[in-house]
């Protein structure tokens, strides 16, 4: 099986980069991690990165003068790492169509809220605010659109009374470092895969399961 040659992109600390870094040290897991990259000299995950010894690059987008040049800055690193596919975890950049179109069906990334419920920021406050029963996480192919791709996979979590924005969040994260790794397997290996702008899964799982919140 030819694994897929994947970069991780990063602004932070990288939890979620740690977690696929993981995953992809499994003998059968069909990707492996070539390159992380960071808008950011300072990102706490690079670190993390070089000390489980992969490439860790800082693109300071502060140094270019238009976010179209930072991009072909980022793209023409990743080519010359012969990078064929890309997970966002916490890449704290809007990015121009011609860089989404240029990735289209090849670029992934985790968003911390049930999509298409509270796309952008502050979803666990929002959740909140909207007293929603359930939250969770989605991992999705980048599209222009913010937040608005198809979606690859979903974790649900009930949310409780007395509930604040960091209990959620820190609930919420434990699932997105078990969704993002299955979700990026599935589509190195093909069992979910984009057709005419949707996700097609090539295998069944039980229809009968529910989360019932409360309960």
């Known amino acids: ?12 600390r990288g939890s979620n980069m740690v977690s696929l870094i993981e995953a992809a040290r499994a003998p059968d897991f069909p990707g492996e991690i070539f390159l992380v990259l960071s808008n950011r000299p300072d990102a706490g995950g690079l670190d993390l990165a070089r000390e489980a010894g992969l490439p860790a690059l800082a693109i300071d987008h502060k140094a270019y003068s238009t976010r179209e040049s930072f991009e072909q800055a980022l793209d023409a690193t990743l080519t010359e790492h012969g990078i064929e596919f890309i997970c966002l975890a916490g890449f704290m950049r809007v990015l121009t169509n011609w860089f989404v179109e240029r990735w289209a069906g090849r670029m992934l990334n985790i968003h911390p809220s049930l999509l298409p419920l509270f796309r952008g920021t502050q979803t666990h406050r929002r959740a909140l605010d909207e007293g929603v029963l359930v939250h969770g996480c989605t991992v999705h192919f980048v599209v222009p659109e913010l937040d608005a791709g198809p979606i690859v996979a979903q974790a649900v979590v009930p949310v409780v009374p007395g509930d604040t924005e960091e ?7 434990v699932q997105e470092h078990k969704l993002y790794p299955q979700a990026l397997r599935m589509v190195c290996d093909g069992s979910a895969r984009l057709e005419n702008g949707r996700v097609a899964f090539s295998q069944s799982w039980d229809a009968g399961g529910a989360l019932h919140s409360p309960g």
């Open 1 to 12: 099986m030819s694994r897929r040659r994947i970069a991780i992109l990063i602004s932070g």
């Open 167 to 173: 209990s959620l969040a820190a609930r919420i994260l």
